[in-house]
């Protein structure tokens, strides 16, 4: 079964977790610290491998679940500014998740890199 980092409203307690299903939560972990994060027009998060060291950490949670769950349920929920990549874990190991459409030049998008978390993000004041 493929392994899906998510960092945004489809984690736990997130309006879109429902899309998740009944996936299995495999992991509590952050990225390499090579990726930038935005806010895409306020309303959803977008990772930027921007290579090691230039980014930061983002935090997220990474779920092992069906082929048939991703393909039929979870991607079709995803906006259009994001397409599916690969990305590196604080561990060093790969999992799948959604990343910037490239080139993302056209969106609005504010970093958000500092923040380290979608949640932290939008608990700021």
């Known amino acids: 079964m493929p392994r899906m980092f998510l960092n945004g409203t489809a984690m736990r307690g997130g309006a879109l977790h429902h899309l998740v299903g009944d996936a299995e939560l495999v992991a509590e972990t952050t990225t390499a610290p090579r990726y930038r994060f935005h806010a895409v ?30 393909r039929e349920v979870l991607l079709p929920g995803e906006p259009a500014g994001l397409e599916l990549g690969v990305i590196e874990l604080a561990d060093g190991s790969g999992s799948l998740a959604m990343i910037l459409r490239r080139p993302h030049t056209e969106l609005p998008t504010v970093d958000i890199t500092e923040r380290g978390s979608w949640r932290a993000y939008r608990e700021q004041p």
């Open 41 to 70: 027009e306020g309303a959803y998060p977008g990772l930027e491998d921007v290579g090691p060291g230039n980014g930061g950490a983002v935090a997220g949670e990474v779920y092992e679940m069906s082929w048939e769950q991703l």
